[in-house]
């Protein structure tokens, strides 16, 4: 076997995983059944979260030259302007990148792929998934060639970013539950002039529905989304003129259109995989979950599930951790997924609803309940964590663990590490710790104390240990993020706390190394989760 982890899929997620994987030494092969790179752009917000990751794979700067930041966002009711949401003051002192970044997802795919060719590794098109078997130490994936042709090739791993319809899934009978929504979105990028206010994201609320019209990079470019009205609904002919009509009703008369890009209308769903992982073959982004695109998190959500799993994959493939360190995957990924459902499905139920009731909500009490709420810092901070995917956290995982008090207030185990500006020498420069971070390694963080001279021996040459030493701009910062001296966190390579307290012991960190990295231990000897006969699986899965 030459290839460690067959990734189906070349979509956002599945380049994701692809480059974390070959950044970590992981002999990845991604496959695709189609020609070549999708050209709609569809999904177009990037989140903080998501820069964060693509600044540890060196295309940051690149996305941000690439897109247009939206600082924020306005809410229209009924023509008239009601609220504001300053995501850029907000997040400031959250993340490096305090706004939503407008970029389309053909553009954030191109970058992904020029980023996995110069790490040696280009997709291979034209080669669909269409059967799958699983033994206790393989998985064997029948591939077919546009002629027909097909040929078996056996590895280790598997991993279905095979989108919305995944074969992967549907080949491993995994089910996925949920339903589609009766209302049909259109998408429209458009040339125009009209009454929104510049560089923001726009979002009209109407009593029979809403618009969300995102700034795009260059000259009066926006990007239209919505929901039909009731009488152009089913028709496969409709053109973007027959729309005109009620989006002039909506967002404003004065709408004046030079150009249409691209038009197109589609259906959504709700629904959630059953399962995230089945022995040895792993569903990440659309083939995982799909939900509303209100709130601009799918893609987002996609590319993050590769980054989780990315590190642990890594981990395994080289021996260094046992196989049940990949359980934690589905266990702190799927409450990702069902809570984001549970979300957008409120949310979107709510601006599409057509009761006179929810047209009173949308229209009147939402926007000056956002009004008010939005004046409290607590209530902005909060917006900014759940819309940024900067709040997502692990708490409840098996590889969070706290070994002392901490106090209440403080990062706790499992929480993405907040973004400091530090000084790591007495009299050094102040430095970003996200920069700081290898994302290819732990990275043990010591305050108010000496850290281990000799490193953490069972992590090995997988550590970074960064002591922060005590200085009044080092305290202001610990103190706003109100981190105690002494204290340390141990932070897994994607950034979330593993292991936290204030007194640094080695004993506890071997046993969390050993326990809940399940370093040292033998893959085959810890079989991942599902480890069923085949037979045995399926006739589990029917009954269910
Ligand atoms: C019109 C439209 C507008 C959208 N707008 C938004 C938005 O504004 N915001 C947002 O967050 N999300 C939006 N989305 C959703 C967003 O596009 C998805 O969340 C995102 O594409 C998921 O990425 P993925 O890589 O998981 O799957 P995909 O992008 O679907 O990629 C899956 C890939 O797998 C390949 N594949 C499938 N089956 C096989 C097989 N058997 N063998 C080999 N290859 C296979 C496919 O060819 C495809 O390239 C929109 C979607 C659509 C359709």
Not at 263 to 282: G, K, L, Q, V
Not at 498 to 524: I, M
């Amino acid at each position: 076997m030459d290839t460690d982890v067959l990734v189906v899929g070349a979509g956002p997620t599945g380049l994701m995983l692809a480059n974390q994987l070959a950044r970590r030494g992981v002999r990845a092969r991604i496959i695709d059944r189609h020609a070549g790179p999708a050209r709609e752009s569809r999904a177009l917000g990037v989140q903080a979260r998501t820069l964060e990751i693509y600044s540890h794979l060196g295309i940051s700067d690149q996305a941000v030259a690439l897109g247009k930041r939206a600082d924020g966002a306005v809410l229209w009711a009924q023509g008239r302007r009601a609220a504001r949401v300053p995501l850029g003051d907000i997040g400031r002192d959250i993340s490096p990148y305090p706004y939503l970044l407008v970029l389309g997802q053909d553009d954030n795919e191109r970058l992904l792929r020029d980023a996995l060719r110069a790490r040696g590794l280009a997709v291979q098109w034209n080669t669909e998934l269409v059967g799958l078997a699983q033994d206790t130490d393989r998985v064997t994936a029948t591939l077919k060639d546009p002629d027909g042709t097909r040929a078996e090739v056996t590895v280790p791993w598997l991993a279905g970013c095979d989108g919305a319809r995944s074969s992967v899934r549907e080949l491993s009978g995994i089910a996925f539950e949920g339903a589609p929504y009766q209302h049909v979105f259109f998408v429209a990028d458009v040339q125009m002039t009209g009454s929104m206010a510049p560089d923001v994201l726009n979002v009209y609320l109407w009593r029979t529905g809403f618009h969300l019209l995102f700034p795009m990079r260059g000259t009066d470019h926006w990007r239209i989304v919505g929901i039909l009205p009731p009488h152009l609904r089913g028709r496969d002919d409709l053109t973007f003129e027959e729309t005109i009509p009620a989006l002039r009703h909506e967002v404003g008369t004065e709408l004046s259109f030079q150009a249409c890009n691209w038009y197109s209308t589609y259906r959504i769903h709700h629904r959630r995989a059953a399962h995230f992982h089945d022995r040895r073959c792993f569903l990440l982004g659309d083939a995982a979950h799909i939900h509303s695109p209100v709130g601009g998190q799918g893609m987002n959500t996609g590319l993050q599930d590769a980054y989780n799993l990315a590190w642990k994959l890594a981990l395994v493939v080289s021996g260094r951790a046992g196989a049940a360190l990949l359980n934690s995957y589905e266990d702190e990924r799927l409450p990702v997924a069902n809570h984001l459902l549970k979300r957008t499905d409120r949310l979107f139920s709510l601006v599409v609803s057509d009761s006179r009731l929810a047209g009173l909500v949308r229209t009147r009490v939402m926007p000056r309940l956002m009004g008010l709420a939005m004046r409290r810092k607590s209530v902005q901070r909060l917006a900014f964590r759940t819309i940024s995917q900067t709040g997502i956290r692990y708490r409840n995982s098996s590889l969070s663990e706290a070994i002392d008090s901490l106090p209440e207030t403080a990062p706790r185990a499992g929480d993405r590490f907040p973004w400091l500006r530090l000084k790591f020498a007495p009299s050094g420069p102040t430095e970003d710790l996200f920069e700081k971070l290898d994302d290819t390694r732990f990275n043990l963080l010591v305050f108010g104390q000496a850290a281990p001279p000799g490193g953490i021996p069972e992590l090995a040459d997988q550590l970074r240990v960064h002591e922060v030493p005590s200085d009044p701009a080092n305290d202001r910062e610990l103190a706003r993020a109100r981190i105690p001296r002494p204290s340390f966190y141990l932070l897994r390579p994607d950034g979330h706390v593993g292991l936290g307290g204030t007194h640094l012991e080695s004993a506890a960190v071997t046993r969390y190394v050993s326990e809940r990295l399940h370093f040292g231990a033998k893959g085959a000897s810890r079989p991942p989760r599902g480890s069923l006969t085949w037979d045995a699986h399926a006739a589990t899965r029917s009954k269910a």
